[in-house]
């Protein structure tokens, strides 16, 4: 069986915590609480910190036995399965979701007259590539690819700070602290597609006692990395734009990419910033085709390439067969807040719960 | 049908476990090899061989006992064999004593043990040995009807001198090479390293050939699973002939169809004796001048021997050249094409202007043209490598001069386009290694195709495709980025982009399960 290095699993959390979160990070939260939205970025994340801690205490307990074989141990065969049957809907849908605004975004943002499926179908190859050759080629690419996401965001937010009008951040909190609450909410789906993901990354983790130790600290600096990094983003798209502005570009980050200008000699340069996200949403996609299969290898034993290319093709399928443009980011904005928010909260909290009692009720 | 996909089958796939390949016709004499020695069958054997020499003599003082002595011509050294085979038998033994109690059953012995000196001499049993022994060099005399045999290694034959290999030139350091010889190559490597954990594996190869090969590794540094999985893929090669390193590299490589290297090659010892030390493995191959090394990964493609004999600082700034000319090599077409095809926002407005100019007339789209003049360059290339050196720079200044300067004055390419192609050229001579740069000149065509039809999206595709497969290939189970990934930082920044001062390089490279850690700069300061 493949198995991930203690690194590796930090990378790849932080690359699939990640995500392509920081496009819309700023308009949620700046939606949801103003001028003070970038505070709300970190605390929302940091949601994730306790259910990763009960994701691998879980671990500890059923090493090499993702979470829904593990629901199935604990809650029975059937409740098991209807679990698995759910995880498998809601990450065949949402991958098909990032697939088709991969396709969407290149086509507004670069390449208006290039037709969408090429976008689509180029990066549905991608993931199909990806994920045929496994979770350790995958944990690979996270830790190769990561570290240029970060470097070109840290780009992408320095090379901003010459349009940045201080005067837009203030006063702070003015309307109390009140609105971040809502802010945080914003941001809590995002956590909770990592933790959804990392129920099925689970089966290849080590499970011994200082690897264990390694993964939490782990989980702890994903948590805060990515957390940091959507607040800087955050933070200069209120300071470039204005609170109002934000709110109105959902992608705002791709307007900051296309106003980079250095030395009034290199400017438009968001196409070189977009083949670097194009990474983040390969990774991301990616992670929620491995999570169709691992469902479907859990719940109904099936495995094998045949069946990873019929979840690519559920997502090509999805991707055709869904509206496009705002449409499209109400659609993933409600399946994040009212699916994977929901469902993941009260699986792995339940599911730690019941744990915690068997193990008393055992001893 | 059926018998054209079997035979796309064994055209495509190659097969686990044993490796067979063209196989020897079977022979009258293929049963006769196991059995027990015969001079008279040896001479059957032989005698159609014009090269063989059969010299009949007797013993001098012994007349029974008749003698053979056989070697092929060309590979013996005829003074040693006149000095200490002929002349001591036909002529020193006159009046011995041990000479009167020789009788058949003991001839052999008796001369290995009190008449004949020399230090490679021994006695043989079976045909096989016999034939392996003669064809091989050695001069193996027979002795009446003895089933016994005396081989005395008298191998001499005109070989190259040891040159300083042209593919891998240095300023500073040994000037040294291999050569065609594997003793030779061998003792070039001893006398790097005299150290007994320096083991040398003896090993054939290939039926007809009987090529000899010598697998060579530094006991406690090399991993043990590697070595035993070199070991095992050389073993289950079964092939009638191996003629040179190329016949073995694809058959032990782990991906045939990958476009990158997956085992490094040296003619120098040096060099191998610094990848020994790193806990590698090298197959020497007789008849080559070139050593595989193994496992490879793709940064040590990047680096070369001259790294270890310059200053920290300079190689800091060799590398760099090396990484920024393969990355050139590899991405300058295929931005240039996504660029002038779709993001000219990029291109600067005075510039953009320049290059609208330029390309004013021209009737290709930049794919296209770009796509052409590579395929010139290739051309140009393959025919330069194989002239003589005279008319091959004749050809390159032809080509790139004459050529380039025809195209863009009958407005077929743009300048740009030329200076393009020129600086890809010659950004992948950088590379140091010829495979690693023919992967690059392979990969530069999708890529190129890429960008003209999805611009920097279809560029960032290609350059994840690549990413994706680099990640997945393994040489001998070592992963081909190491130490990238997986990370491992102080290898990373002790010797793979940057080389620190040799003082501060107290670990080998951890890239393979090496066991002890390396002592030579330690308290220096």
Same mark, same amino acid.
């Given at each position: ?363 | ?39 008279? &069958?040896?001479? %059957?054997? /032989?005698? @159609? ?7 009949? !003599? #007797?013993?001098?003082?012994? $007349? ?61 049993? &079976?045909?096989? %040995?016999? /034939?392996? @022994? ?7 005399? !027979? #002795?009446?009807?003895?089933? $016994? ?377």
């Amino acid at each position: 069986m493949e198995r991930i290095s203690t690194h590796q699993f930090m990378t790849l959390g932080s690359a699939v915590l990640m995500g392509v979160t920081f496009l819309p990070i700023a308009s949620n939260v700046t939606g949801a609480c103003g001028r003070d939205g970038w505070m709300a970025v970190l605390p929302g994340f940091a949601i994730g910190i306790p259910y990763g801690l009960m994701v691998l205490s879980l671990l500890e307990k059923y090493p090499q036995k993702n979470l829904l074989q593990i629901s199935e141990t604990l809650f029975g065969k059937w409740i098991g399965k209807i679990i698995g049957c759910i995880y498998i809907l809601i990450s065949s849908y949402f991958g098909g979701l990032l697939l088709a605004q991969l396709g969407d975004v290149f086509q507004r943002s670069i390449m208006p007259l290039t037709p969408r499926w090429l976008f689509c179908v180029g990066g549905l190859l991608l993931v199909l590539y990806l994920v045929s050759a496994g979770i350790e080629v995958f944990a690979r690419f996270s830790e190769v690819v990561f570290p240029v996401i970060v470097i070109a965001l840290c780009l992408n937010i320095a090379l901003s700070i010459p349009r940045i009008e201080q005067g837009e951040l203030l006063p702070i909190l003015s309307g109390g602290l009140k609105p971040l609450f809502f802010g945080v909410l914003k941001v809590m789906p995002f956590s909770m597609s990592y933790i959804f993901i990392l129920a099925g990354i689970l089966a290849f983790l080590p499970a011994d006692k200082q690897e264990l130790g390694q993964m939490k600290t782990g989980v702890w600096r994903a948590v805060f990395l990515v957390g940091i990094l959507d607040t800087l983003v955050a933070l200069m798209q209120i300071l470039v734009f204005g609170p109002a502005e934000t709110i109105r570009l959902v992608y705002g980050l791709l307007v900051l990419g296309k106003m980079v200008e250095i030395s009034r000699t290199v400017s438009g340069i968001e196409s070189l910033f977009m083949g670097v996200w194009l990474g983040a949403w390969i990774i991301k996609i990616s992670a929620f085709l491995f999570a169709a299969i691992w469902g479907l290898e859990s719940v109904f034993g099936l495995t094998g390439l045949k069946w990873k290319f019929a979840v690519g093709t559920v997502f090509l399928g999805i991707t055709f067969g869904f509206v496009r443009g705002p449409s499209l980011i109400r659609e993933i904005g409600l399946m994040e807040d009212y699916v994977i928010l929901p469902f993941t909260s009260v699986w792995i909290l339940t599911l730690w719960a019941v744990s915690r009692w068997k193990k008393g009720a055992g001893s | 049908m059926r018998s054209w996909l079997k035979m796309i089958k064994e055209l495509t796939i190659r097969p686990k476990g044993e490796r067979k390949l063209r196989q020897p016709p079977s022979y009258s004499f293929d049963e006769d090899m196991n059995k027990p020695l015969s001079g008279v &069958k040896v001479k %059957e054997i /032989l005698s @159609a061989s014009s090269d063989v020499v059969f010299r009949d !003599f #007797f013993l001098q003082g012994k $007349e029974s006992i008749p003698c053979l002595l056989v070697v092929v011509d060309g590979m013996v050294d005829k003074t040693q064999l006149d000095q200490f085979i002929l002349k001591p038998l036909m002529v020193d033994f006159a009046g011995h004593p041990e000479v009167a109690q020789l009788t058949l059953a003991n001839v052999v012995d008796r001369t290995l043990q009190r008449l004949l000196p020399g230090l490679e001499l021994k006695k043989v049993f &079976k045909m096989g %040995e016999v /034939l392996d @022994a003669i064809l091989s060099g050695d001069a193996v005399i !027979f #002795f009446g009807d003895s089933i $016994e045999a005396l081989v005395f290694g008298a191998r001499g034959w005109d070989k190259r001198a040891v040159t300083e290999p042209p593919t891998e030139a240095v300023v500073k350091g040994p000037h040294e090479g291999f050569g065609e010889t594997l003793r030779i190559n061998t003792s070039l490597l001893r006398r790097k390293i005299k150290h007994p954990s320096l083991r040398m594996i003896s090993l054939k190869l290939g039926s007809l050939t009987n090529t000899d090969l010598v697998v060579t590794y530094m006991d406690k540094i090399a991993s043990p699973d590697i070595v035993s999985e070199v070991l095992r893929r050389l073993n289950s090669i079964n092939m009638d002939s191996a003629l040179g390193n190329g016949y073995i590299e694809e058959m032990i490589e782990d991906n045939p169809y990958s476009p990158f290297p997956q085992v490094a090659y040296t003619e120098r010892p040096d060099v191998l004796a610094g990848k020994l030390l790193e806990g590698k493995i090298g197959i020497i191959l007789d008849g080559t001048p070139i050593v595989v090394v193994v496992p490879a990964t793709l940064t040590q493609f990047l680096n070369v021997n001259e790294d270890y004999y310059e200053r920290p600082l300079a190689v800091i700034l060799f590398r760099f050249v090396r990484y920024l000319g393969a990355f050139v090599a590899l991405l300058a077409p295929s931005i240039y094409i996504a660029v002038t095809t779709f993001h000219q926002e990029i291109i600067p407005t005075d510039l953009l202007m320049n290059i609208s100019a330029g390309r004013e007339g021209v009737p290709f789209p930049a794919l296209l043209e770009a796509i052409i003049m590579m395929v010139v360059l290739e051309i140009l290339q393959e025919a330069g490598l194989r002239l003589p050196k005279p008319i091959g720079q004749t050809m390159g200044i032809v080509g790139a001069l004459v050529i380039g300067d025809a195209a863009v004055k009958a407005g077929l390419v743009s300048p740009l386009m030329v200076i393009i192609v020129g600086l890809t050229a010659v950004s992948n001579y950088s590379i140091p290694y010829y495979d690693l740069s023919l992967a690059v000149r392979i990969i530069r065509f999708p890529l190129m195709i890429l960008a003209g039809v999805l611009g920097f999206f279809g560029v960032s595709v290609g350059i994840y495709v690549i990413a994706i497969h680099l990640l997945s290939l393994r040489s001998f189970g070592v992963p081909y980025l190491s130490p990238i990934s997986p990370l491992r930082i102080r290898a990373l920044l002790q010797d793979t982009f940057v080389r620190v001062p040799r003082w501060a390089l107290k670990r080998r490279p951890q890239l393979i399960d090496v066991k002890e850690p390396r002592s030579g700069g330690k308290g220096k300061r």
